[in-house]
């Protein structure tokens, strides 16, 4: 996640130390909790394998829960890359086990690591219509509240937070992360266990300029089907998939972690935003660019023959429709051309 080197230091599954202290000086946080920035509780869970404390907060947007790890090393003066860890079920299915799997890398490598409390969603044979997606977009906001509580407390990187999920926790890390790819710079999931009417919702919305990494062993009795729908689907709707042949244990969060690492080095991230007319300006569009680079020039096609050179440009449609609209970025060190384009309606049902 960083560009100093590290060794990729395996977690050890067994150092289950769960014993919670009531620390003092945590409950004593200052309150500068304009941000709400507080323990859940003030309680801390102890890992033998780092020297730090996960810490288990509160989101105070949903309510809900999540722990997560913070390196050693932190310094505020510089930003820092966030992975988000949607934890499984079955009898290690919990945020704090999902989170033991990270946070010996989380320490050797410098990034943040958290694991939301996610709601679980009823089994497919008992579901009714509607359940699931539900469960889906109860787990989304609890995701992105976690994201903003940790941005509100610490300096997280905006161009390198990451979403990654494994068996039943693939279904919600899919769906937040290719929901919203001007927030999630990559996705992985590993060995998915899901309903192909999980990934419905996200029709026509995939972004084929995110990077995704399925790492699947298909011939796994239990979740093979699964991983193979998924990575259908995925092949179908998404333009950026690597496609891994592994399981659960065999490296897997080394994995993950180098695939994240590549897309920063070599993948540069640019999301284009493009804000809906005021009701004063109907025909009226704003544009707006992230990205994790400074680009040395922008050159956007507004799909109606006009074109700009600003770096955030607001554009005047003089007619109602629907306009493709491309901008081409110059990288300040590759010189190659970064594309994006994003698809605009202006005027009468837009």
């Known amino acids: ?16 130390d769960c014993r919670r202290t009531r620390a003092a000086l945590v409950c004593a946080m200052t309150v500068t909790t304009a941000l709400l920035f507080v323990p859940a509780g003030c309680d801390t869970l102890r890992d033998p394998n780092v020297p730090d404390p996960i810490r288990l907060m509160m989101e105070p947007e949903t309510g809900g829960e999540y722990e997560y790890y913070r390196p050693s090393s932190y310094d505020r003066a510089k930003a820092w890359p966030l992975v988000i860890v949607c934890h499984g079920t079955g009898m ?17 490598q410098g990034f943040f690591v958290a694991a939301p409390k996610l709601v679980k969603p009823k089994s497919r044979w008992k579901t009714q219509p509607g359940d699931r997606e539900d ?12 994201v903003r509580h940790l941005q509100g407390g610490h300096h997280i990187s905006a161009d390198r937070i990451f979403l990654a999920g494994r068996s039943t926790g693939a279904a919600p890390a899919l769906f937040t992360g290719l929901s919203h790819p001007d927030l999630f710079r990559a996705v ?22 995110q990077p995704v990494l399925l790492r699947h062993l298909p011939s796994d009795p239990l979740t093979g089907k699964d991983a193979r729908t998924a990575r259908d689907w995925l092949l179908q709707h998404h333009g950026d998939i690597v496609d891994d042949r592994g399981g659960y244990r065999d490296g897997a969060v080394d994995r993950v972690v ?27 569009v704003r544009f707006e660019l992230k990205a994790s680079f400074a680009p040395t020039s922008f050159e956007w096609d507004f799909g109606d023959g006009s074109t700009s050179l600003l770096s955030s440009p607001t554009h005047a449609y003089a007619e109602t429709g629907t306009y493709r609209v491309q901008v081409t970025l110059g990288h300040p060190s590759s010189g190659k051309a970064v594309v ?9 049902g837009s």
Do not use: C
């Open 188 to 209: 992985a999931i590993v060995q998915p266990k899901l309903d192909l009417a999980d990934l419905g919702p996200l029709q026509g919305r995939v972004d084929v300029n």
């Open 258 to 284: 180098d695939f994240f690492e590549y897309v920063v080095a070599s993948r540069p991230w640019a999301h284009v935003k493009a804000y809906a007319p005021d009701a004063g300006a109907p025909l009226e």
């Open 135 to 146: 469960a889906l977009r109860a787990n989304e906001r609890l995701i992105l509240g976690t």
């Open 340 to 348: 994006r384009a994003v698809t605009v309606s202006v005027g009468d």
């Open 92 to 108: 290690d299915g919990t945020a704090n086990a999902e989170l033991r799997k990270w946070t010996s890398l989380s320490e050797s």
């Open 1 to 16: 996640m960083t560009t100093d080197p590290g060794l990729l230091t395996q977690v050890n599954p067994s150092g289950r």
